[in-house]
């Protein structure tokens, strides 16, 4: 049976979200859809709470004393999150909605740029939509085209031909760190090396990698990072592009609007310094504030603790689903090469049955493409149904998704 780390309580942890205390369709609560987004513990509420209540006002612009909070609360949390993924400069830093906005701003601003005729984007087919459907975009009115790097049967990058994927035309390798569908954790230093002596740049979507591991951008050495603070711990709305500061200078704003520029003409306008250029309009202050409060959570918990938690859930997931009759589990076979997702078929039972049954049993679990339909078309199903862990999952919600499954094999007649 697994075993909690000394210093990380996985039910003191618990006890910090409130939704989780609840019961649903009469059962209680088993939150499996962790990938999807995660839930908020009592410090980012609060923070939430005490910001509206008690400094809310607009930024960068008032004179008056809750002008001077909510703008101080907003850089400071641009700070926090500076410090904690490592970043050079505070300025490196630019608020988004999310890692989707994150990476339409590269591209509808770097790739709109740099991106000629022939040039070429390096992409894998392991990517959410969101790191495809930009580039396609950009590809189209730009003429540039799009390369994926494979996948193996375990559901990993193959990289053997990395170096003939990486061309004197490639521009930028846009790639994900971690996979939502398939878990599988990528060997990104490895591809940023390849790029980089190709004179690439690299673009990582970290959506799925800081909810469960310690990202630190300067030691990656990628060029952009791009996360979601609600798949954090923190609210939605608010998210983060990294990028290097010599590459943000460089780049063309993405939005045109207030807090953005240094002066407005009739006909020309310039730009804010870094990273104000790239912040367009008011801004999600209170997002900001609550993804910092994120950040402390998650460094107060501990990523080492939160680590270790959570290969211990995997392992006991898979030792406890690989009981059922018709299992498939998708994604690497190496436990050190995944994180705590769970994407499987459970013979030919319907991924939104499956759900639905789990549903009805209080457990939240996915089922869908999960917004990787290339993904999809290389497991040749539809869909899968996905599990997710988090922090504070225990080996009971485990047991619970297994007694739903045991469920869902009997209603099927197996
Ligand atoms: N990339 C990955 C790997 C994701 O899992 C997600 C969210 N499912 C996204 C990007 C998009 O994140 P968001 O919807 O928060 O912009």
Request: charge should be negative; proline fraction near 3%.
């Amino acid at each position: 049976m697994y075993q909690t780390v000394s210093t990380f309580d996985v039910n003191k942890i618990r006890n910090e979200f409130p939704i989780l205390q609840q019961v649903v369709n009469g059962k209680p609560l088993t939150y499996l859809d962790n990938a999807a987004t995660s839930q908020k513990p009592r410090d980012v509420l609060e923070v939430l709470s005490r910001y509206y209540q008690e400094d809310n006002a607009n930024v960068h612009r008032g004179i008056h004393e809750l002008s001077r909070r909510a703008t101080v609360a907003y850089e400071s949390a641009r700070e926090r999150v500076a410090e904690w993924l490592g970043a050079s400069d505070r300025a490196e830093i630019v608020w988004t909605r999310g890692t989707t906005e994150a990476i339409n701003l590269v591209a509808a601003t770097w790739g709109m740029d740099q991106l000629t005729e022939g040039d070429e984007v390096l992409l894998t087919i392991m990517e959410h939509h969101s790191n495809i459907v930009p580039w396609q975009l950009v590809a189209k009115r730009t003429g540039a085209k799009l390369r994926y790097i494979e996948l193996d049967a375990e559901g990993k990058l193959i990289l053997d031909d990395l170096d003939q994927l990486l061309t004197d035309r490639t521009k930028l390798v846009a790639m994900t760190h971690v996979s939502n569908a398939l878990g599988t954790v990528n060997p990104v230093q490895r591809v940023i090396e390849a790029a980089h002596a190709k004179g690439a740049l690299v673009l990582l979507d970290g959506a799925q990698a800081v909810p469960h591991m310690n990202v630190d951008v300067s030691a990656l050495g990628a060029d952009f990072y791009a996360f979601s603070s609600h798949k954090m711990c923190g609210p939605t709305g608010a998210g983060v592009l990294w990028g290097r500061k010599e590459i943000l200078e460089e780049m063309s704003p993405y939005q045109g609007g207030g807090e953005m520029i240094g002066f407005v003409g009739r006909d020309e306008s310039t730009w804010a310094d870094l990273p104000h250029k790239f912040e367009a309009g008011t801004p999600n202050i209170a997002g900001a504030v609550g993804a910092a409060a994120a950040v402390d959570f998650m460094e107060k918990v501990g990523y080492d603790g939160i680590q270790e938690h959570e290969a211990g859930l995997l392992r006991y997931a898979l030792d406890r689903m690989g009981e059922l009759k018709d299992l498939t589990v998708y994604g690497p076979k190496t436990l050190g090469e995944r994180s705590g997702v769970i994407s499987f078929a459970l013979g030919d039972a319907h991924p939104h049955d499956i759900a639905t049954i789990l549903d009805s049993e209080g457990v939240a679990i996915r089922a869908g493409h999960h917004c990787a339909q290339l993904v999809m078309k290389h497991l040749g199903v539809a869909a899968t149904t996905r599990a997710s862990f988090s922090m504070y999952n225990t080996t009971d919600d485990v047991d619970r998704l297994f007694e739903g499954l045991r469920v869902v094999q009997g209603i099927f007649g197996r």
